[in-house]
């Protein structure tokens, strides 16, 4: 079975940072046209925090551009959400997506809080 599995959620302090790995297994991801990082915080719609397309191409939602950075390996079919500067603003569940696909991640809780 195809699935994303996510990983690197969990308690960190404002300032602080947190590495989140979405990891495709038995699918390249050449084979995707983009893979996105969304976000959904209590009380508040999801939201598409950032994308990477096939080509390299990133995009960021403009509450995180300057501390969050997308990426991916190829080889080890896995894509990453680098955070930085991390605000308890930016506390919610995290979910990788496929884009053109049905695939999404369980979701990994993100709590920044001093």
């Known amino acids: 079975q195809v699935q994303l599995v996510e990983s690197g959620g969990g308690l960190v302090q404002p300032g602080g940072s947190l590495r989140l790995s979405c990891a495709a297994p038995?699918?390249?991801?050449?084979?995707?046209?983009?893979m996105g990082w969304y976000r959904q915080a209590p009380g508040k719609e999801r939201e598409l925090v950032a994308d990477?397309?096939?080509?390299?191409?990133?995009n960021y939602a403009d509450s995180v551009k300057g501390r969050f950075t997308i990426s991916r390996d190829n080889a080890k079919n896995l894509v990453y959400l680098q955070m930085n500067s991390l605000k308890p603003e930016d506390t919610a569940v995290y979910y990788c997506?496929?884009?053109?696909?049905?695939?999404w991640g369980q979701g990994t809780q993100v709590t920044v809080s001093s």
């Open positions: 990477i397309t096939g080509s390299g191409r990133t």
């Open positions: 997506h496929a884009f053109g696909t049905t695939l």
């Open positions: 038995g699918r390249s991801l050449f084979s995707i046209p983009a």
